[in-house]
């Protein structure tokens, strides 16, 4: 069992003299006065159910602070894709991470080897000369013995305190500049929440005052196994997943997948989501005392006026929605939009911004914050700095994102679902599914200041197309994809496959409606169907 002091200090320490020594060697030594960066990565934080409500203190210090996004979406809402599109900028059929494991592209060699030395942290490092600091969970098979194991440090990172694969809260080993660190259950000691919090401030205290920093603070907060540190166990004893219109009802005009959700769910089923909801927000006011911390520290040392801090999350998630007790992966706004708020330099306080924004923007926005031209990147995203700034208007800003996933499935029957056969997963004892290998789809999500839709299109035998227009229907109760204008549907999947084939510069650029193109979604998923193919049968 390890202590949360660590040798940082020492380390940094020695570091500093070292600093000092060669500024001396200068006739002045003045700080760097590129701006700070923090970004503060949740797991499964989602919006649309209230995941924000126990974040009073986070909401206060930084989205009363600056501005709060309502439209800010995942490329993926899965864990490992959607924190490689983070890193990388890039929407999945770019950095081709597809689901949670190795198999898959998660924190395996070959990402190692083509992404990693691309990421965003790596070219603040390398080239805008950042320190760089990470803690928390990084990717979902990090720490794989067959990827490099824990020695393997990800390139670009000054100070790494890396969990081993997923989130957790106590029971768990870190890799500390790459040499494993194991931690018990002791909550003074273990809980990995305040660990992270105490590495993150032991880094603002030691670090040079003559570089900038980046840091990356990644939480496992609210993911499963959803344990609270002592002091919260007993809050909301009374709260409950919301009753929103949308719960516990029938997705009829939906995906087989939704479709076959046993509804109404048992009495058992609610309890149990009810219980992991509560647990949900214990867990994530151990993160809000994490937020208070960073940013009082900033403060004390007068670097929060020259610091942009970030408060995001990978995905959202749903607790009975259309019947499907508690998960990711699905379509919809609980799943694919997450909270997302900014404060920083030139940044006015109290603002909140219904311009559409993912989070393959971020990488982008950061770089740009640190002067470095996205346009040498290979990045999807765009900087929405500007946004931050106030220098853009709704007329002028980007209109649609990509979302997009490819669903997990066993070659054998489920045995909690045997009548639903193979190729389901994620799989509940009353034989509810929440994913399968035909739980694949892509999306074009769309908002600007006259439309609010999303449009989806699914990998498999029907070729099933989801249409929803979130103004008049934010629960998305109602598929219109038999009854929308068909010019509009053939725009919609015309724009959606540009997207799917986009890379780079192309991504951001608003598409043009040929008015020859017809609707074919047939069309949509050729080039994915041979690599499913293989990962369905030769690697799984």
């Given at each position: 069992?390890?202590?949360?002091?660590?040798?940082?200090?020492?380390?940094?320490n020695?570091?500093?003299?070292?600093?000092?020594?060669?500024?001396?060697?200068?006739?002045?030594?003045?700080?760097?006065?590129?701006?700070?960066?923090?970004?503060?990565?949740?797991?499964?934080?989602?919006?649309?159910?209230?995941?924000?409500?126990?974040?009073?203190?986070?909401?206060?210090?930084?989205?009363?602070?600056?501005?709060?996004f309502?439209?800010?979406?995942?490329?993926?809402?899965?864990?490992?894709p959607?924190?490689?599109?983070?890193?990388?900028?890039?929407y999945?059929?770019?950095?081709?991470?597809?689901n949670?494991?190795l198999?898959?592209?998660?924190?395996?060699?070959a990402?190692?080897?083509?992404?990693?030395?691309?990421?965003f942290?790596?070219?603040?490092?390398n080239?805008?000369?950042?320190?760089?600091?990470?803690?928390?969970?990084?990717?979902?098979?990090y720490?794989?013995?067959?990827?490099?194991?824990?020695?393997?440090?990800?390139?670009?990172?000054?100070?790494?305190?890396?969990?081993?694969?997923?989130?957790?809260?106590?029971?768990?080993?870190?890799?500390v500049?790459?040499?494993?660190?194991v931690?018990?259950?002791?909550y003074?000691?273990?809980?990995?929440?305040d660990?992270?919090a105490?590495?993150?401030?032991?880094?603002?205290?030691?670090?040079s005052k003559?570089?900038?920093f980046?840091?990356?603070?990644?939480?496992?907060?609210?993911?499963?196994?959803?344990?609270?540190?002592?002091?919260y166990?007993d809050?909301?004893?009374?709260?409950?997943?919301?009753?929103?219109?949308?719960?516990?009802v029938?997705?009829?005009?939906?995906?087989?997948?939704?479709r076959?959700?046993?509804?109404?769910?048992?009495?058992?089923?609610?309890?149990?989501?009810?219980?992991?909801?509560?647990?949900?927000w214990?867990?994530?006011l151990?993160?809000?005392?994490?937020?208070?911390?960073?940013v009082?520290?900033?403060?004390a040392?007068?670097?929060l006026?020259?610091?942009?801090?970030?408060?995001?999350?990978?995905?959202?998630?749903?607790?009975?929605?259309?019947s499907?007790?508690?998960?990711?992966?699905?379509?919809?706004?609980?799943?694919?939009?997450?909270?997302?708020m900014?404060?920083?330099?030139?940044?006015?306080?109290?603002?909140?911004?219904?311009?559409?924004?993912a989070?393959?923007?971020?990488?982008?926005?950061?770089?740009?914050i640190?002067?470095?031209?996205?346009n040498?990147t290979?990045?999807?995203?765009?900087?929405?700095?500007?946004?931050?700034?106030?220098?853009v208007?709704?007329s002028?800003?980007r209109?649609?994102?990509?979302?997009?996933?490819?669903?997990?499935?066993?070659?054998?029957?489920?045995?909690?679902?045997?009548?639903?056969?193979?190729?389901?997963?994620?799989?509940?004892?009353?034989?509810?599914?929440?994913?399968?290998?035909?739980?694949t789809?892509?999306?074009?999500?769309?908002?600007?200041?006259?439309?609010?839709?999303?449009?989806?299109e699914?990998?498999?035998?029907?070729?099933?197309v989801?249409v929803?227009?979130?103004?008049?229907d934010?629960?998305?109760?109602?598929?219109?994809?038999?009854?929308?204008d068909?010019?509009v549907?053939?725009?919609?999947n015309h724009?959606?496959?540009?997207?799917?084939?986009?890379?780079?510069?192309?991504?951001?650029?608003?598409?043009?409606y040929d008015?020859?193109?017809?609707?074919?979604?047939?069309?949509?998923?050729?080039?994915?169907?041979?690599?499913?193919?293989?990962?369905?049968?030769?690697?799984?």
């Open positions: 069992m390890a202590s949360v002091g660590h040798c940082l200090p020492t380390f940094l020695g570091l500093l003299i070292c600093v000092t020594l060669l500024s001396g060697l200068s006739v002045t030594a003045k700080p760097n006065r590129k701006p700070n960066i923090v970004l503060i990565l949740t797991d499964d934080l989602d919006i649309a159910i209230g995941g924000l409500t126990p974040l009073a203190k986070t909401k206060k210090l930084i989205g009363d602070a600056g501005i709060s309502t439209n800010a979406f995942v490329a993926s809402p899965l864990c490992c959607s924190r490689a599109s983070i890193l990388t900028g890039k999945p059929h770019n950095h081709h991470v597809i949670n494991t198999e898959g592209n998660c924190s395996s060699t990402w190692q080897k083509s992404q990693e030395p691309n990421t942290p790596a070219l603040l490092h080239l805008g000369g950042y320190q760089t600091f990470f803690a928390g969970k990084y990717l979902n098979q720490g794989d013995a067959k990827a490099g194991g824990l020695g393997h440090v990800p390139l670009g990172w000054t100070q790494w305190f890396g969990l081993e694969r997923n989130s957790k809260y106590y029971n768990y080993t870190l890799s500049n790459g040499k494993p660190e931690h018990g259950a002791e003074s000691k273990d809980y990995l929440t660990v992270l105490n590495v993150s401030l032991d880094f603002l205290r030691y670090k003559y570089q900038p980046f840091m990356m603070v990644s939480t496992p907060a609210p993911h499963s196994p959803w344990t609270p540190a002592p002091q166990q809050t909301y004893k009374d709260t409950k997943a919301p009753r929103d219109p949308n719960f516990n029938h997705g009829k005009d939906k995906h087989w997948l939704i076959q959700a046993k509804t109404p769910m048992s009495n058992a089923s609610i309890q149990f989501l009810d219980n992991a909801f509560r647990s949900r214990r867990t994530l151990s993160v809000d005392d994490l937020v208070e911390r960073l009082l520290a900033l403060e040392s007068k670097e006026d020259n610091t942009y801090v970030f408060f995001t999350s990978d995905n959202g998630y749903h607790t009975g929605q259309f499907l007790p508690l998960d990711k992966r699905q379509l919809y706004e609980f799943d694919i939009r997450v909270p997302l900014v404060r920083g330099p030139n940044i006015k306080p109290n603002q909140t911004s219904k311009l559409l924004v989070n393959v923007d971020l990488g982008p926005t950061m770089l740009d640190a002067g470095y031209d996205v040498k290979q990045m999807d995203g765009m900087s929405f700095l500007p946004v931050l700034e106030g220098r208007n709704a002028s800003w209109t649609d994102v990509l979302v997009e996933y490819e669903g997990e499935g066993h070659n054998v029957s489920d045995p909690s679902c045997p009548l639903l056969g193979p190729g389901v997963s994620e799989c509940f004892p009353d034989c509810v599914c929440e994913d399968a290998f035909n739980n789809y892509a999306c074009v999500r769309s908002v600007a200041p006259s439309t609010n839709l999303q449009y989806c699914f990998d498999d035998n029907e070729v099933f989801e929803y227009n979130v103004t008049a934010p629960f998305q109760l109602a598929n219109i994809a038999k009854t929308i068909q010019e549907l053939e725009k919609m724009r959606l496959m540009m997207l799917q084939s986009c890379s780079g510069a192309s991504c951001r650029t608003p598409g043009v008015s020859r193109y017809h609707f074919d979604p047939s069309h949509m998923f050729d080039s994915h169907r041979t690599r499913l193919s293989l990962l369905r049968h030769g690697t799984k």
